[in-house]
């Protein structure tokens, strides 16, 4: 059973408790207050030390790297911490809502005049005849 980051606390509403970041979640690290790279919580634990936690992240840019950090709870779910005296910040990514509203210069810009002349081309046809 994986550990909950934060136990019940009569001061958070639902909406709070929602954003908190958890396993699987994509985060932006900010370095000095700018944004540096996009990594994922792989795993959270709990570390020796009460309300410390080791969070095990991958940070996703090539090479792909994993570090582990100790970070308290509140620094897990965006609040400013620092490492060697350089503030840091981990912000958790939410996708955004779909518009259904579509972007005319895209739509003119893909869309052929003369859709009948298209030709489906079947790869396992090509395959077949190679």
Same mark, same amino acid.
């Given at each position: 059973?994986?550990?909950?980051?934060?136990?019940? =606390?009569? !001061?958070?509403?639902?909406?709070?408790?929602?954003?908190?970041?958890?396993?699987? /979640?994509?985060? @932006?690290?900010?370095?000095? !207050?700018?944004?540096?790279?996009?990594? =994922?919580?792989? !795993?959270?634990?709990?570390?020796?030390?009460?309300? $410390?936690?080791?969070?095990? *992240? @991958?940070?996703?840019? *090539?090479? @792909?790297?994993? &570090?582990? $950090?100790? *970070? =308290?709870?509140?620094?897990?779910?965006? /609040?400013?911490?620092?490492?060697?005296?350089?503030?840091?910040?981990?912000? =958790?990514? &939410?996708?955004? !809502?779909?518009?259904?509203?579509?972007?005319? *210069? @895209?739509?003119?810009?893909?869309?052929?005049? /003369?859709?009948?002349?298209?030709?489906?081309?079947?790869?396992?046809?090509?395959?077949?005849?190679?």
């Amino acid at each position: 059973m994986k550990p909950f980051l934060i136990l019940f =606390r009569p !001061e958070f509403d639902n909406e709070v408790i929602q954003k908190m970041s958890q396993e699987n /979640d994509i985060v @932006l690290l900010y370095v000095e !207050e700018n944004p540096l790279v996009f990594v =994922r919580i792989e !795993e959270i634990s709990p570390d020796v030390k009460a309300g $410390w936690y080791r969070i095990k *992240l @991958l940070i996703l840019q *090539l090479p @792909l790297q994993t &570090v582990t $950090w100790i *970070l =308290r709870d509140s620094y897990i779910n965006g /609040d400013t911490f620092t490492m060697d005296g350089k503030k840091m910040k981990l912000e =958790r990514v &939410v996708c955004p !809502e779909n518009s259904k509203k579509e972007d005319p *210069l @895209l739509k003119k810009k893909f869309v052929k005049k /003369d859709s009948h002349s298209a030709k489906v081309i079947s790869l396992t046809d090509m395959k077949k005849n190679s």
